[in-house]
């Protein structure tokens, strides 16, 4: 059984920042890489930033050079910092890591439940 949960969610004013955490808990063998994904009210979830198990990172456009991933694997942890908060951050951000469980012979994708951001004066 894994478990992969979010925290850090809150409501920031434009130009601030937060930092979202997620961890991985569980009969775990191996993780691989972990990411971040976001969706907005009427709209579909979409990629923010990845980060694979050598610490090599994508972003989507929209967030690049204000947004920051990293990891640590001793904790099977993954952050997201978030700078120059915009109203249009604002969404539901979800944690996604591919996870190889004890006893398996390949990775598993698995999500968090989520946790809100609302960029808001």
């Known amino acids: 059984q894994v478990q992969v949960v979010e925290s850090g969610g809150g409501l920031v004013q434009p130009g601030g920042s937060l930092r979202l955490s997620c961890e991985a808990s569980?009969?775990?063998?191996?993780?691989?890489?972990m990411g971040w994904y976001r969706q907005a009210p009427g709209k579909e979830r979409e990629l923010v930033a990845v980060?694979?198990?050598?610490?090599?990172?994508n972003y989507a456009d929209h967030v690049k050079g204000r947004f920051t991933i990293s990891r640590d694997n001793a904790k099977n942890t993954v952050y997201l910092q978030m700078n120059s908060l915009k109203p249009e951050d604002t969404a539901v951000y979800y944690c996604?890591?591919?996870?190889?469980?004890?006893?398996?012979?390949?990775?598993?994708?698995?999500w968090g439940q989520g946790t809100q951001v609302t960029v808001s004066s």
């Open positions: 996604n890591a591919d996870v190889q469980p004890t006893g398996w012979g390949y990775p598993i994708e698995y």
């Open positions: 980060i694979n198990s050598g610490g090599r990172s």
């Open positions: 569980g009969s775990i063998f191996s993780i691989y890489a």
